[in-house]
């Protein structure tokens, strides 16, 4: 446990800097384990204390036994003359006995880092650690930053990052980079703030300079800054995944790689059984981190173990955890149990929270299309893409736009999936889930120039990337073969051969925006239907089906029942085919009237014998 430093000096450049900096330093170790910041906080929280309450000594040491840790170190800063005096203790937590006492002198404040780091690597020796293993991790603290004013921004950034404010976090960030341009770190957590806000194109630049400058970083920071360089710069997604079991390998204590682990790297390529493994040994070695709990949940829901879900998300309740990503789950378990009295409460949570309103609203205009529902689904998804404009988040909402132009274009409405698509560009362009999404629908509407070239420039931009070239593009290349003059179903069934490896994955666009899973799947279909493969192409409608706990809301699953109810009457089989428009017609019993796919699929319907 790291209490704050007793700063004495009367400078507050050195307030929680300097614990931030021996941090940075001691968790170099794979042998030393700490208690986080995240469980900090909700410990602080249990004791009656406010969640950013001073960790003094004494409250450093009663957390510390609650937490059932080993030993609390302090720190301590005073000013001697023109020089600085350092002081590190660890002591027992359960008894207060001293385990190691140690002084350093600094000449100048210039020299305070370098000093601290001189310390550390001697406290790990003290505490039994290999002179071998120290040697190898171990980056100074002046290496990672020289700069005691840069630790300082990116310390209070992290305080704000964890009480969950990406946004606060980002300027302060932002701030520290200003000062020291060559803050490897730093410039990853200005990278990750923007991915979690949905901007992913403004995400880039600064995860490229991160892995740019990664070798002025920690081991421990540098498989960080790769990790978010290959989810979010590359998109590849097997280079991160091997990138953070090499992380677990190497620091068996922390729990950080396996929560990363089961979250897009997983999650994206339908990993879900290895996946709740990892959340498993991150809750085993920290029973208090938040991702982990909602990654476990998420990944159960995946795989329709509703009750599992809920046991999760109501483990985390327990230990006072709070994600508003839990509160989705526990919407889509309601969701798909039809349980509409229980769909309600944590829709209205969700609601109130900044983190999720813009989401929440975008999903449940998801479902609206679903149903049919189109203009009450437009007006709740112009409240998604509202809220994101207003809080600056461009890309994110247009993504939700973007899902707009798709369930447009799926319904038959052209004209509306086109309009839709072009404030999608114009909001989000550049980024790679608008990109698909816009060019998706565009190219389910038949238009094709545009379409391409979004095409073309995901596949310029994201070569690596395991979304855009094992989901993305082969789902758009098969519209393009089946929406030309020249049909050719059989060059759009053999493109999607380069999918199925991750037919039942959802892709980054699943993970992100809820919607775009199984597209491929679903284009297949299609094109087995065009090639009059009745057999084939149910079975693969049926596959949609048959994962509802991955579709979820998703428009695609009305779409899916009725590409099956034509693939049941092409086959001949009218007794199946009767069940399912019958199905569909019942799900779409308060659309509106005047949807063209609607008014096919009640002619169909009337036609049967």
């Not at 476990?296 to 809920?310: K, P, T």
């Not at 980024?431 to 094709?448: C, I, K, N, Q, T």
């Amino acid at each position: 446990m790291l209490a704050e430093f007793t700063n004495t000096t009367g400078d507050p450049v050195f307030d929680e800097t300097l614990r931030q900096g021996l941090a940075a330093q001691l968790q170099q170790s794979p042998f030393l384990a700490f208690i986080s910041d995240d469980r900090i906080r909700r410990t602080l929280l249990l004791m009656n204390q406010p969640a950013d309450a001073r960790l003094t000594p004494d409250v450093a040491r009663a957390m510390c036994v609650r937490a059932g840790g080993a030993a609390v170190m302090q720190g301590s800063i005073a000013a001697l003359g023109s020089q600085y005096v350092l002081g590190l203790r660890a002591t027992n937590c359960a008894t207060g006995d001293i385990l190691a006492d140690e002084q350093a002198q600094a000449a100048r404040k210039e020299d305070v880092l370098s000093t601290l780091s001189e310390m550390a690597t001697r406290f790990r020796t003290r505490v039994g650690e290999s002179l071998a293993t120290v040697e190898k991790y171990s980056t100074p603290l002046e290496a990672t930053t020289p700069s005691l004013e840069a630790l300082q921004a990116y310390s209070v950034g992290l305080k704000a990052g964890l009480a969950g404010s990406s946004v606060r976090a980002l300027p302060l960030f932002q701030r520290a980079v200003e000062i020291d341009p060559d803050f490897a770190l730093v410039h990853a957590h200005v990278g990750f703030s923007y991915s979690k806000m949905g901007e992913s194109a403004l995400a880039r630049p600064s995860l490229l300079k991160a892995y740019q400058l990664r070798n002025r970083a920690s081991d421990v920071e540098r498989f960080y800054i790769e990790t978010l360089y290959d989810r979010d710069f590359t998109g590849n997604l097997e280079g991160e995944r091997r990138t953070l079991e090499t992380w677990a390998d190497s620091y068996p204590r922390d729990p950080s790689a396996h929560t990363l682990l089961a979250g897009l790297a997983l999650s994206s390529t339908s990993q879900h059984e290895l996946a709740i493994a990892e959340t498993g040994k991150a809750i085993a070695l920290d029973p208090d981190v938040t991702p982990a709990y909602v990654n476990q949940a998420f990944h159960q829901l995946m795989l329709n173990r509703l009750d599992d879900a809920l046991l999760t998300v109501r483990l985390a309740a327990e230990r006072k955890l709070e994600s508003a990503d839990l509160l989705l789950t526990e919407y889509f378990v309601a969701f798909l149990t039809g349980n509409e009295n229980e769909l309600r409460r944590p829709a209205t949570a969700a609601r109130k929270s900044p983190a999720t309103e813009d989401m929440i609203s975008h999903i449940e205009a998801l479902a609206l299309a679903r149903s049919g529902q189109l203009q009450d689904a437009r007006r709740m998804a112009a409240v998604a893409v509202q809220i994101s404009q207003k809080s600056g988040r461009r890309e994110r909402a247009g993504l939700f736009e973007a899902a707009t132009a798709v369930w447009e274009a799926f319904y038959g409405n052209a004209a509306a999936a086109r309009q839709s698509a072009a404030t999608a560009l114009e909001l989000g362009g550049g980024g790679r889930e608008v990109d698909y999404a816009a060019a998706f629908a565009l190219a389910l509407g038949g238009d094709l120039p545009q379409s391409r070239a979004l095409a073309q420039g995901l596949a310029r931009e994201f070569p690596e990337d395991t979304s855009v070239q094992f989901m993305y593009l082969p789902t758009l290349l098969a519209l393009f073969a089946l929406n030309t003059p020249t049909r050719d179903a059989a060059a759009a069934i053999h493109t999607l051969q380069t999918a199925s490896r991750y037919d039942l994955a959802l892709g980054r666009v699943g993970f992100i925006g809820r919607f775009g899973g199984l597209y491929p799947i679903y284009v297949r279909g299609l094109a087995h239907l065009a090639a009059r493969h009745p057999a084939e192409a149910a079975v693969e409608f049926q596959r949609i089906l048959d994962h509802r706990s991955m579709v979820l809301v998703d428009p695609v699953d009305a779409m899916a029942r009725l590409q099956l109810a034509r693939a049941l009457a092409l086959s001949g089989d009218t007794v199946r085919t009767k069940g399912v428009y019958s199905d569909l017609l019942t799900l779409w019993t308060n659309a509106d009237a005047d949807i063209p796919v609607l008014k096919a699929a009640r002619a169909e319907y009337a036609r049967l014998p």
